[in-house]
């Protein structure tokens, strides 16, 4: 199984561009997530989604959007990016329901807007 | 607002040195998780606590929960430097809010 799997991998960006990251998982899972993790800061919850076609804030949500139009896959865009955004990314999925489950991640995706 | 919080920051030790890393979180909730990630990798679960009082163990690495007192520890038992990474823990509050909060991180570093 491939799990989580996030592309790209690296990006740079110039001021102002705009991009979508995409995330993508195998394990049927009904919870996704996107994190942001910054030196010093831990992992940061930006948005995540219960199931397709929903989606939440979390505690960092400005300056992105997301999209969950299929199960299997959880998109967050940047509309325009700023230095501030330069960031590791991260997605992850997890079982859905009342018990409480672990969290399976992606590889990363290294951001760098100059 | 769910905050989570890990004391120490960063952690140096020697091997064979026994040490705790303590996990903090501002709400109810009894589903508590910890994470490692080594250097430019992704994280990987290590344990997955549901009650309060639970207690799991995995090799040098002994997590335990009091949801009472809304605390975590890892304890890490006569360390090696295989262990150097950081350590993360998460809750899932009961709030029904579905959302998953990480702590900071604790760097930890084991010398030889």
């Known amino acids: 199984n491939a799990g989580v799997t996030q592309t790209p991998k690296f990006r740079v960006l110039k001021t102002g561009q705009s991009m979508t990251l995409l995330c993508a998982q195998d394990m049927n899972h009904e919870y996704m997530y996107w994190y942001r993790q910054d030196p010093g800061m831990g992992l940061r919850l930006i948005h995540y989604s219960v199931g397709e076609g929903t989606t939440a804030k979390g505690e960092v949500p400005d300056g992105y959007n997301v999209s969950r139009l299929k199960k299997q896959n959880f998109l967050l865009g940047l509309e325009s990016a700023a230095p501030s955004q330069t960031s590791v990314y991260f997605c992850a999925s997890r079982v859905g329901g009342q018990g409480g489950t672990e969290a399976f991640f992606g590889q990363g995706t290294r951001l760098t807007v100059v | 607002e769910l905050k989570v919080e890990q004391n120490p920051l960063f952690l140096s030790m020697q091997e064979g040195k026994n040490y705790t890393i303590y996990c903090n979180y501002s709400?109810?909730?009894?589903?508590l998780y910890w994470y490692r990630q080594d250097p430019g990798k992704s994280l990987e679960s290590l344990f997955v606590?549901?009650?309060?009082?639970a207690v799991k163990q995995e090799g040098r690495l002994m997590a335990s929960l009091d949801t009472k007192a809304r605390l975590s520890t890892l304890h890490i038992t006569a360390a090696v430097h295989d262990l150097s990474a950081t350590y993360f823990c998460a809750v899932d509050p009961r709030s029904g809010t579905y959302k998953y909060i990480f702590g900071t991180g604790t760097r930890l570093k084991v010398l030889a």
């Open positions: 709400t109810t909730s009894d589903r």
């Open positions: 606590l549901l009650s309060n009082g």
